[in-house]
């Protein structure tokens, strides 16, 4: 019997080159950006505005988002189905309810990033050298190769997420006890960990490589060490958009046994590490261009225009879930995904569901 279902159109491999180019192009230019421009506003706001000194502004950094986030985990199922109710009733009512999320958790984001970052410059100053850099760095890679928390690593550009999910108030966690409806304390414990524990080990990989590259890359000339970091951070995104198909397939190859499995996280966890440095990179030479031309004399009101600015743009881009660098807070398992997606940059033009993902989504959190 013929088929009722219409036949797909093959799209011509021009579409497909177009689409790609304007992908990257609205992820490397407008979101990126806006992004580091809200983290470098919130960041300064919170320099200005906590008092004490430099390790009672740091507590108080995590005093204020850590809560946050903790809540934001505790809740996510009475916050999914609450989604559920109100977009049952207003599809407008839904999306300011879900842009108010993505803002409040993007700003508790910064506020933990800052207090996990600070401290351990505050109590463990000697380390401000580039072996004690290095060291920070190789120790916050390695803890996350431990915990397969590899991916957490990178960010905007290389992962991205639009304001179109179906189930935005999800926090997968790393022991997946979010999957469990009732209130425990396993449950309690995972979200302690996944959104602290973890998140604390990809804070000191990106301080300790931030630092490092501070303190040997041409140290002398300031302008140029950032336009530099620039030019490698976008360099590394630039190969990685050509690269990740090949590597995404080989990872998709060694699949069966468990010694493919371990030769495929170490391929990803590798290629992850060369892409996670480029991000790094990009956004030390972006925020400090901000530094450098955003009203240098004037810092709280600059941090005021970055914050507000940045988030501006990223709402009106529909990619306001990107604003926690990257789409969200929760663990993304390293290896778990066996079809060599997880080595894939992150789409923005292609990123939006379609409805029966949404529906499909929306009957799981209602359960």
Aim: proline content about 5%.
């Amino acid at each position: 019997m013929p088929s009722d279902q219409p036949e797909a159109v093959p799209r011509p491999w021009s579409w497909w080159a177009r689409l790609k180019i304007s992908d990257f192009l609205v992820i490397a230019v407008v979101i990126t950006p806006a992004v580091n421009l809200f983290w470098r506003g919130t960041w300064n706001l919170l320099e200005e505005s906590l008092p004490g000194d430099a390790g009672s502004r740091a507590w108080l950094s995590l005093a204020i988002g850590s809560p946050a986030l903790l809540l934001a985990g505790l809740l996510q199922h009475p916050l999914r189905r609450l989604g559920v109710r109100v977009q049952g009733r207003s599809m407008l009512g839904y999306h300011v309810l879900g842009m108010l999320y993505s803002y409040v958790i993007a700003f508790a984001s910064v506020s933990q990033w800052r207090g996990f970052w600070n401290l351990p410059d505050y109590y463990i100053p000697q380390m401000a050298t580039p072996s004690g850099y290095g060291l920070r760095t190789i120790l916050g890679f390695v803890v996350m190769v431990i915990l397969r928390t590899v991916l957490l690593g990178g960010g905007c550009p290389r992962s991205v997420s639009v304001d179109f999910d179906p189930d935005p108030f999800r926090v997968d966690l790393r022991f997946h006890t979010n999957k469990a409806e009732r209130f425990s304390w396993r449950f309690v414990l995972d979200v302690m960990f996944s959104l602290w524990a973890c998140d604390f080990a990809t804070v000191q990989y990106w301080a300790g490589l931030w630092g490092f590259l501070d303190v040997v890359l041409f140290p002398d000339n300031l302008c140029f060490s950032y336009c530099l970091s620039v030019g490698i951070g976008y360099g590394v995104y630039v190969l990685a958009t050509f690269a990740q198909y090949p590597v995404s397939a080989l990872s998709k190859h060694l699949q069966g046994t468990d010694k493919e499995f371990w030769k495929r996280l170490a391929l990803e966890d590798a290629y992850l590490l060369i892409v996670n440095s480029g991000v790094v990179n990009i956004w030390r030479g972006v925020w400090s261009v901000y530094d450098c031309y955003i009203l240098p004399e004037q810092p709280k009101l600059s941090a005021w225009l970055s914050h507000g600015g940045g988030a501006a743009v990223c709402f009106l881009v529909f990619a306001g879930r990107s604003l926690s660098n990257g789409g969200g807070i929760g663990v993304s398992i390293d290896g778990e995904a066996d079809d060599g997606t997880a080595v894939l940059n992150s789409s923005y033009l292609q990123a939006a569901p379609n409805e029966t993902a949404r529906r499909n989504e929306l009957d799981v959190s209602t359960n």
